[in-house]
Nanobody
Framework: QVQLVESGGGLVQAGDSLRLSCAASGRTFGSHAMGWFRQAPGKEREFVAT????????YYADSVKGRFTISRNNANNTVYLHINSLKPEDTAVYYCAADSHPRPSTYIAINDRLYEYWGQGTQVTVSS
């Protein structure tokens, strides 16, 4: 059974930092692009960041560029989202996702429909 389990969320103050983790089990995703998405209350899920399986290519939503960094450790089957300078508008449930198929080393995916496996999410709440 494939599982993606996010952790690291919590209640923080504006300006704080967090590191979200997503641990995969049941299969390895060393050849798959990975991504982070988020869903704020009353809003649709939105793309946050994606990383190629090699780690050589990343892409971010404009709203998080310069503050968020996605990384991965294929040996541990884990992907991370480092968040700096948190803002109240970053409040959301953060989900990690794994692409459906092995891809070229620089392949990244922004569209959530390209992701087959999803975690249950971790809540990030930022107070002002």
């Amino acid at each position: 059974q494939v599982q993606l389990v996010e952790s690291g969320g919590g209640l923080v103050q504006a300006g704080d930092s967090l590191r979200l983790s997503c641990a995969a089990s049941g299969r390895t995703f060393g050849s798959h692009a990975m991504g982070w998405f988020r869903q704020a209350p009353g809003k649709e899920r939105e793309f946050v960041a994606t990383i190629s399986w090699s780690g050589s290519n990343t892409y971010y939503a404009d709203s998080v560029k310069g503050r968020f960094t996605i990384s991965r450790n294929n040996a541990n089957n884990t992907v991370y989202l480092h968040i700096n300078s948190l803002k109240p508008e970053d409040t959301a449930v953060y989900y990690c996702a794994a692409d459906s198929h092995p891809r070229p080393s620089t392949y990244i995916a922004i569209n959530d429909r390209l992701y087959e496996y999803w975690g249950q999410g971790t809540q990030v709440t930022v107070s002002s």
